[in-house]
Nanobody, 135 residues
Framework: QLKVVESGGGLVQPGGSLRLSCAASGFNADYWTIGWFRQAPGKEREGVSC?????????????NYADSVKGRFIISRDNARNTVYLQMADLKPEDTAVYYCAANPTVYLYSLCDLDPENDQYDYWGQGTQVTVSS
């Protein structure tokens, strides 16, 4: 059974940091694009970051970020743990949301991976992890 499970959310003060994890099972995450999305109360789900698969090292792992998180968030993958991380720094109250990761089998060779949460190629979604930024 293919699935992804998020963890690492919590309460943090403005300016603080958190690292979210997206653990994949039932498939090799190195061959898939993994996206991070978030949804704040009363708002639509939005794309945060994504990391394309490398197809077993044949391609480069390109990342894409929403403008609102560029320079503050970093996405990375640990193939040994089959896990994708989202390192979040300089967190702001507007980063408060439920964060989801999702897996997409698309191989992005000529463009950056897609941050559109409506992209139906994001087949497998986790249950989400709450991030609250507040003093």
């Amino acid at each position: 059974q293919l699935k992804v499970v998020e963890s690492g959310g919590g309460l943090v003060q403005p300016g603080g940091s958190l690292r979210l994890s997206c653990a994949a099972s039932g498939f090799n995450a190195d061959y898939w694009t993994i996206g991070w999305f978030r949804q704040a109360p009363g708002k639509e789900r939005e794309g945060v970051s994504c990391l394309s698969g490398t197809n077993g090292g044949r391609n480069s792992a390109d990342s894409n970020y929403a403008d609102s998180v560029k320079g503050r968030f970093i996405i990375s993958r640990d193939n040994a743990r089959n896990t994708v991380y989202l390192q979040m720094a300089d967190l702001k109250p507007e980063d408060t949301a439920v964060y989801y990761c999702a897996a997409n089998p698309t191989v992005y060779l000529y463009s950056l991976c897609d941050l559109d949460p409506e992209n139906d190629q994001y087949d497998y979604w986790g249950q989400g992890t709450q991030v609250t930024v507040s003093s």
